[in-house]
């Protein structure tokens, strides 16, 4: 399966801002991008120009995307089913991804990041209705219910995570017991569940051209 493999740190000095890729560790001062705020690249440093129109849509579409971890022909997809829904397209869009599998997970708790959830999604560890699935775009709905692997090395980690993850508050569609490590979808995700700052109608009309 296709996904990104370089220096992950790139993506938010590119984007202008912290997408909390590495999890907590955004949040120390260990983050590159406090001493590095400026682009990568020779020409980093050189002040940046005011931005187009069709600029800020493109950074826009790259910044949902280098968030929730998927690449372009993926993304398009996920627009595509968007449109084809009832509803404003982009709250559908982002409704769409915050119900992959390894969304779902981050934001339960037992990941600190995204890309940390994916793994434990790829390496079989998540089970949906007590069933292992290894897929992370996969789409789950209401009345799921998501459990973490029975190994106790897994378990330890994964409670390790969720005191991280504590003061992290919860999104409304899910539901999660601490205790047995399991969480439930009890609706679908709406616009004010995206805690990130996302324009998404800037996505809606760099698509629509």
């Given at each position: 399966?296709a996904?990104?493999?370089?220096?992950?740190?790139?993506?938010c000095?590119?984007?202008?801002t912290k997408?909390?890729?590495?999890?907590?560790?955004?949040?120390?001062?260990?983050?590159?991008?406090i001493d590095?705020?400026h682009?990568?690249g020779?020409?980093g440093?050189v002040r940046?120009?005011?931005?187009?129109?069709?600029a800020?849509?493109?950074?826009e579409k790259q910044?949902?995307?280098r968030?929730?971890?998927?690449l372009?022909?993926?993304f398009?997809?996920?627009?595509k089913?968007?449109e084809?829904?009832?509803?404003?397209?982009?709250e559908?869009?982002?409704?769409?991804l915050?119900r992959?599998?390894?969304?779902?997970?981050?934001?339960m708790?037992?990941?600190t990041?995204?890309p940390q959830?994916?793994?434990l999604?790829?390496?079989?560890?998540?089970?949906v209705n007590?069933k292992?699935?290894?897929?992370?775009?996969?789409?789950?709905?209401?009345?799921?219910?998501i459990?973490?692997s029975?190994k106790?090395?897994i378990?330890?980690i994964?409670?390790e995570?969720?005191?991280?993850?504590k003061?992290?508050?919860?999104p409304?569609?899910?539901?999660?017991?601490?205790e047995?490590q399991t969480?439930t979808v009890?609706?679908?995700?709406s616009?004010?569940?995206v805690?990130?700052p996302?324009?998404e109608?800037?996505i809606?009309e760099?698509y629509?051209?």
């Amino acid at each position: 399966m296709a996904r990104y493999k370089a220096a992950s740190c790139r993506l938010c000095r590119r984007q202008g801002t912290k997408l909390f890729l590495k999890g907590t560790r955004c949040a120390t001062e260990k983050c590159s991008f406090i001493d590095r705020e400026h682009a990568p690249g020779q020409h980093g440093h050189v002040r940046a120009k005011k931005l187009s129109n069709y600029a800020l849509q493109l950074r826009e579409k790259q910044k949902v995307k280098r968030m929730y971890g998927v690449l372009e022909k993926q993304f398009l997809l996920y627009f595509k089913r968007a449109e084809r829904s009832r509803g404003v397209t982009g709250e559908k869009l982002l409704e769409l991804l915050e119900r992959r599998l390894d969304n779902a997970v981050f934001r339960m708790g037992l990941a600190t990041s995204r890309p940390q959830a994916r793994q434990l999604v790829r390496h079989r560890h998540v089970m949906v209705n007590g069933k292992k699935i290894d897929i992370p775009s996969y789409t789950v709905k209401q009345g799921d219910v998501i459990t973490v692997s029975a190994k106790d090395k897994i378990k330890k980690i994964s409670k390790e995570r969720l005191e991280e993850m504590k003061d992290v508050p919860l999104p409304s569609w899910l539901t999660v017991d601490r205790e047995a490590q399991t969480g439930t979808v009890t609706g679908n995700p709406s616009r004010d569940d995206v805690q990130f700052p996302i324009q998404e109608q800037l996505i809606v009309e760099l698509y629509s051209k």
